[in-house]
Nanobody, 127 residues
């Protein structure tokens, strides 16, 4: 089984930065594409960013483009989400997920395409 653990959330003022980390263990991490989703208060879970197994392909949702950056270090079984210029509307629980290895990497915005999820880490941005 794959285990996914996020860390790095917290309380930050608007305009500040945070870096989230996600460690996946239990299988060969380097073969999996990974994604970040978030769920704000009273909102549905939404796609934030995704990265291919090699790191050569990345995608970011429009609300975070230019502010957030996804990256990975396969040697550390870790994927990161660098979040800059944070806004109050970024307040949410952020989830890391492992993309199904049997699917081509073109359904990454669909949460149903991810097999394993972490418990989430809270990010709160104050105005």
């Amino acid at each position: 089984q794959v285990q996914v653990v996020e860390s790095g959330g917290g309380l930050v003022q608007a305009g500040g930065s945070l870096r989230l980390s996600c460690v996946a263990s239990g299988r060969t991490f380097s073969i999996y594409a990974m994604g970040w989703f978030r769920q704000g208060p009273g909102k549905d879970r939404e796609f934030v960013a995704a990265i291919s197994w090699s790191g050569g392909e990345m995608a970011h949702a429009d609300p975070v483009k230019g502010r957030f950056t996804i990256s990975r270090e396969n040697a550390k079984n870790t994927v990161y989400l660098q979040m800059n210029s944070l806004k109050p509307e970024d307040t949410a629980v952020y989830y890391c997920a492992v993309y199904s290895p049997t699917l081509p990497f073109n359904h990454y915005t669909n949460s149903a395409m991810y097999d394993h999820w972490g418990q989430g880490t809270q990010v709160t941005v104050s105005s």
